[in-house]
Antibody, heavy 121, light 107 residues
Framework: EVQLVQSGAEVKKPGESLRISCKGS????????ISWVRQMPGKGLEWMGR????????NYSPSFQGHVTISADKSISTAYLQWSSLKASDTAMYYC??????????????WGQGTMVTVSS | DIQMTQSPSSLSASVGDRVTITCRAS??????LNWYQQKPGKAPKLLIY???SLQSGVPSRFSGSGSGTDFTLTISSLQPEDFATYYC?????????FGQGTKLEIK
């Protein structure tokens, strides 16, 4: 079965660092980009950025550039999203998603189950 | 960034109704438009890609149309399991963007 499995929920204090993970299985991990998507409580979906696991090349949304870091370890088929200093406004559900292709078109065809991050003093 | 605007933001309908949701892009995106369904507490699910192609396993009551800047998602006969939030998403640019969502509620 093709799936992305994310790490569990986190509760952190402002200023702390955090890294969450997304492990792919059932497919060639290096053949598909992985994106991260934020969903704040009661709000819509926001694309944060993506990584090509084959070479770790990244692109970020201007809204998130400099605030988070996306990385990957292809030896264990895992992508990461990390913060060096969390803020209360980082409280959200975070999804990883696989960028699948159909001819010239691409879409997020496989999603992780989500990781809830709560930042509170 | 390309802005995606959905309408309406919310919609009440009954089982069996035909429903249409609209998505408009701030510039032409050809057919690089996808639709997702999200149920409470769950990850989004891909329904339609390339504006009108049905993702494998998605019921045929879902259909998409449009190109350029204007797109629609139609559900031909609402089923109880279709009450959810729907998002459009453009994949024309490297920096992808989503619409704000349309919440489909039971009347």
């Amino acid at each position: 079965e093709v799936q992305l499995v994310q790490s569990g929920a986190e509760v952190k204090k402002p200023g702390e660092s955090l890294r969450i993970s997304c492990k792919g299985s059932g497919y060639s991990f290096t053949s598909y980009w992985i994106s991260w998507v934020r969903q704040m409580p009661g709000k819509g979906l926001e694309w944060m950025g993506r990584i090509d696991p084959s070479d770790s090349y990244t692109n970020y949304s201007p809204s998130f550039q400099g605030h988070v870091t996306i990385s990957a370890d292809k030896s264990i088929s895992t992508a990461y999203l990390q913060w060096s200093s969390l803020k209360a406004s980082d409280t959200a559900m975070y999804y990883c998603a696989r960028r699948g292709s159909r001819g010239n078109y691409v879409a997020f065809d496989i999603w992780g189950q989500g990781t809830m991050v709560t930042v509170s003093s | 960034d390309i802005q995606m605007t959905q309408s309406p933001s919310s919609l009440s309908a009954s089982v069996g109704d035909r429903v249409t949701i609209t998505c408009r892009a701030s510039q032409s995106i050809s057919s690089y438009l996808n639709w997702y369904q999200q149920k409470p507490g769950k990850a989004p699910k891909l329904l339609i890609y390339a504006a009108s192609s049905l993702q494998s396993g998605v019921p045929s009551r879902f259909s998409g149309s449009g190109s350029g800047t204007d797109f629609t998602l139609t559900i031909s006969s609402l089923q109880p399991e279709d009450f959810a939030t729907y998002y459009c998403q453009q994949s024309y640019s490297t920096s992808v963007t989503f619409g704000q969502g349309t919440k489909l509620e039971i009347k």
